[in-house]
């Protein structure tokens, strides 16, 4: 009982005083939950109602903290659970954290559903596990293995159009509706798999499956992994939540396993200059010169797994929203659509063939549409 009080009463009554005495304010810390209740009222309110076509997205999108700027300022603590977060939303000071405070601004450490979600990878490890992982996976985001994933990139997109046109004369029509936000997560789970498994793409598209089954409770998860004690509950989200997380992991270690005896293609064998090194190879190489599990430089095949599922997260969602997101100003604003076109049909359209590498520094028009959405 004293534990309690102390862990959700007193310590963030201690933490809400300190902050307002500079001048911080926050919502009404709830016992236990802290301000839990209203994000999610706040964002289920927000993700019901239709929206205009606007680029104003952020009343949608983080609708808790479009409110609570308004009432508490441009700083203010949020509560998730008993554990407070600091909300900055002043341009200047976030660019005076990231240029010169970065050292005091320590990654969190996510609630272990998250974990199960994002993988215990590069998005969630700090310090010289970080950066020794970080080493590790350097290869494939070398430059000259980049350029050998782009025809990669460029066939898997090919034959995504080409499976729509052909649904397109199935039904005899030139239009077809589709969700473009569905199409774009297919699409992107299509290449994510390829990049990272390599030849042993049809098992990666079950780990691939799996995973986007897993993400599939991220909404849930995320709100309620902030209250304490909420993973020990056994609700049906977090037993299958549990059960993939297993199922991802053996079958990924089998993989690992397999790939390793297969005599196809030796695991420590350099990519040629044709063919680019798959990430799950690029993790081998280094998995395998070191099994000790108390070695803080070790990368165990425990790690492999980790990292794959951090990948999948981390290279998925992002992508296909910011695509969907260009899509839809592409929808509104056709005279930016028709320069877009116009310009890829310049610099790739001579050749009849998917654009290079080589080819985006020369798409200017297009490359500033994806920045800037
Ligand atoms: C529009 C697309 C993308 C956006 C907006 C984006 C955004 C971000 C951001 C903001 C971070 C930093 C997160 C943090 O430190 O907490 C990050 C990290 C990361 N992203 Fe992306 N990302 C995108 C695409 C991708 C893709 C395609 C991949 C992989 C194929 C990827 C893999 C990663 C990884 C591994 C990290 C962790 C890096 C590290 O800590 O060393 N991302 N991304």
């Given at each position: 009982m004293k534990v309690v009080v102390h862990d959700f009463w007193w310590i963030p009554t201690r933490i809400e005083n300190h902050f307002m005495q500079q001048g911080i304010n926050s919502p009404k810390y709830e016992y236990f939950l802290g301000?839990?209740?209203?994000?999610s009222i706040l964002s289920l309110k927000a993700s019901s109602e239709s929206m205009p076509l606007s680029h104003?997205?952020?009343?949608?999108?983080?609708?808790?903290?479009?409110l609570w700027k308004k009432i508490y300022g441009k700083m203010f603590l949020i509560w998730f659970g008993p554990t407070p977060r600091l909300t900055i939303t002043d341009p200047s000071i976030i660019k005076e954290i990231f240029f010169s405070k970065s050292q005091y601004f320590e990654k969190y450490d996510p609630p272990l559903q998250v974990k199960r979600i994002e993988g215990d990878g590069l998005l969630n490890l700090k310090g010289d596990k970080w950066a020794h992982h970080r080493r590790i996976m350097q290869p494939f985001f070398r430059m000259e293995n980049l350029k050998l994933i782009t025809p990669?990139?460029?066939?898997?997109?090919?034959?995504?159009?080409?499976?729509l046109s052909k649904n397109m004369n199935k039904i005899g029509s030139l239009e077809i509706?589709?969700?473009v936000s569905v199409w774009f997560q297919s699409l992107l789970e299509d290449i994510i798999t390829k990049i990272t498994f390599g030849r042993n793409y049809e098992e990666g598209l079950v780990i691939s499956k799996l995973q986007a089954h897993q993400t599939a409770h991220a909404t849930e998860a995320y709100q309620n992994a902030f209250i304490p004690g909420y993973r020990f509950l056994p609700t049906s989200a977090s037993?299958?939540?549990r059960r993939i997380s297993k199922e991802i992991r053996n079958y990924l270690l089998k993989l690992i396993d397999r790939r390793r005896r297969s005599d196809d293609r030796s695991y420590d064998e350099a990519p040629n200059d044709r063919q680019p090194a798959d990430l799950l190879e690029v993790m081998m190489n280094a998995a395998g010169k070191s099994h000790r599990r108390n070695d803080p430089t070790a990368f165990t095949d425990e790690d492999v797994v980790e990292e794959c599922k951090t990948i999948f997260f981390a290279g998925t969602h992002t992508t296909s929203a910011m695509l969907t997101w260009t899509a839809v100003l592409l929808a509104m604003h056709n005279n930016w659509q028709d320069e877009a076109r116009d310009e890829i049909f310049r610099v790739c359209g001579a050749r009849d063939a998917p654009p290079t590498k080589d080819d985006l520094a020369n798409l200017k028009l297009v490359q500033y549409v994806t920045i800037t959405s």
């Open positions: 301000n839990l209740r209203e994000i104003d997205i952020f009343p949608r999108a983080l609708s808790f903290i479009h990669i990139m460029a066939k898997t997109m090919e034959e995504a159009l080409v499976k509706e589709i969700e037993r299958v939540s």
